[in-house]
């Protein structure tokens, strides 16, 4: 049996396939009493044995344990080097754009979660950061928008609400061709679909409330990079904010990602059976689903991904149909979020997307007829059977 003498002693576990790395995990089980469950280190602080000897662990804002076997889990998993886990991921987002200076610009996909798009504009615009947000799906309209002063790219593909697709790959090159980073958000997919640090990216980060946690029962951020210089700026910026996850809801997370392979298949099965019934629905006038065969990025999805996730949005024929889904559907909820082992509907003008501007919102098609679902791992035919008893 191997000897666990100390925290630094855990392996990449390259040998093994990507379902045994999201059971094990980093060090796998606890190093001092073998504990198969790592256990939750409630402990805000640590003792020395000396002056000038530690454990490797001074304070839970710095690091805890717990966080940090999740943190390398999260790294194993996205192929990175180093992995941070936050509060929630908007505290993610928040640390990856401090990345930039007053005076920077930044391109944004121009489809993208409302509480991003908010950041980007209400929090970096007041401290002298330029913004501009580009449909990154034409990388003709991302090279116009590029200034001397770009700095970030950042892409969320598939985007939320609307499932469009980017190009990782050619947006990393032509990121790093103009000496600024590429940033993907990869909640939807989770790396168990899609690797972007694999594409060229330089930050993959996560709203990790959604699929990494699969539970709907935490609100928690993770961040993965390759790059020394940019470890080093998260590391800053969690002991200084004061936003790294909270040991328990690190201990959750860990015990999700054990079966994320698992749930990944099944929302990934559930969603192909939901949007083809959608698809045919008399009341739904247009479906987004990213693994449809005629989906406008079909052919980057099969080229960068090797699944098409849970999320589905869908334009329904009138208010009125809106109304009944949310208000008659019985098994399947009315609520915000995705990503959990339970089926959720949007209703994204009102809630994901309230803080866009409306004329925002109607240009991309976020109009007061469209949903979005986040198809859980219930039995697909109950899912079903709600939304038709629901839309009647
Ligand atoms: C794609 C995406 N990124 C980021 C976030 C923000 O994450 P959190 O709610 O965990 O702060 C969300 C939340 O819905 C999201 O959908």
Redesign the pocket.
Not at 88 to 93: D, I, P
Not at 112 to 116: A, D, E, H, K, S
């Given at each position: 049996m191997k000897n666990f003498s100390n925290y630094n002693d855990y392996s990449k576990k390259e040998n093994l396939k990507f379902a045994s790395k999201a059971v094990h995990g980093a060090l796998g089980c606890e190093p001092l009493t073998g504990a198969v469950s790592f256990p939750i280190y409630q402990s805000s602080t640590f003792r020395h044995p000396e002056l000038g000897v530690t454990t490797g662990f001074a304070y839970s804002r710095l690091q805890n344990p717990t966080r940090q076997e999740l943190e390398r889990t999260l790294a194993i998993l996205e192929e990175g080097e180093y992995g941070f886990a936050f509060s929630?991921?908007?505290?993610?987002?928040m640390a990856l754009f401090t990345w930039l200076n007053p005076g920077d610009h930044m391109i944004l996909m121009d489809d993208?979660?409302?509480?991003?798009y908010r950041i980007a504009t209400t929090i970096f615009g007041k401290y002298g950061i330029e913004y501009d947000f580009v449909d990154m799906t034409d990388i003709e309209k991302v090279k116009a928008a590029i200034k001397p002063n770009t700095k970030l790219l950042f892409i969320?593909t598939p985007?939320?609400p609307l499932m469009k697709v980017s190009d990782i790959r050619a947006l990393s090159d032509l990121a790093h061709s103009i000496g600024a980073i590429a940033a993907v958000?990869n909640?939807?997919l989770t790396p168990y679909f899609q690797r972007p640090l694999t594409l060229g990216a330089d930050v993959v980060?996560?709203?990790?409330?959604?699929y990494l946690g699969g539970h709907n029962d935490i609100?928690?951020?993770a961040i993965v990079v390759n790059s020394k210089e940019l470890a080093d700026h998260f590391t800053v910026q969690l002991k200084s904010h004061g936003n790294g996850l909270a040991p328990m809801d690190s201990w959750l997370m860990l015990r999700g990602i054990k079966t994320l392979p698992l749930r990944m298949e099944k929302h990934n099965s559930n969603a192909m059976k939901v949007a083809t019934w959608l698809r045919n629905h008399p009341r739904v006038e247009k479906v987004y689903y990213v693994g449809f065969d005629d989906h406008p990025q079909i052919e980057i999805t099969k080229k960068q991904t090797s699944g098409f996730g849970g999320m589905i949005s869908f334009a329904v024929d009138s208010i009125e149909t809106v109304h009944n889904i949310l208000k008659n559907t019985d098994m399947v909820m009315f609520a915000?979020?995705?990503g959990g082992t339970e089926t959720l509907v949007t209703y994204p003008t009102t809630q994901?997307h309230e803080d866009t501007p409306e004329d925002v919102k109607e240009a991309l098609g976020i109009t007061k007829k469209f949903l979005r679902i986040s198809v859980g791992i219930e039995d697909p035919d109950d899912i079903i059977a709600d939304l038709a008893q629901a839309m009647k």
């Open positions: 929630s991921g908007q505290a993610a987002n993208i979660y409302g509480g991003t969320e985007s939320n958000d909640t939807f980060v996560h709203s990790a409330t959604k609100i928690a951020g915000e979020s995705l994901t």
